[in-house]
């Protein structure tokens, strides 16, 4: 799978107006608070994806690959991993 350029110029340009679905947007919120400060996160946020058709299993999916990928690029900036 590769990612559409279109989409991502799109998502870094104007992240509000990216063409994205309700459930992709959804998403992305979520991680991004996930990112940001996960102890802000909440039954609330929870629902809000179920509302948006991510049924539990999909929520721990979303919830353990954006949590690697927050360790693994914290581990790699602290070892100083593909600085120059």
Do not use: K
Not at 41 to 48: A, C, F, K
């Amino acid at each position: 799978m590769t990612l559409d350029p279109a989409l991502v110029a799109a998502l870094v340009e104007d992240y509000e107006h990216a063409p994205l679905t309700a459930a992709e947007r959804g998403m992305l919120d979520f991680v991004t608070q996930l990112t940001r400060d996960a102890t802000r996160l909440g039954p609330p946020d929870l629902e809000r994806l179920r509302e948006l058709g991510f049924d539990d299993r999909g929520i721990l999916q979303i919830t353990l690959i954006a949590s690697w990928f927050n360790y693994i690029n914290r581990v790699a900036d602290a070892l100083g991993v593909g600085r120059e």
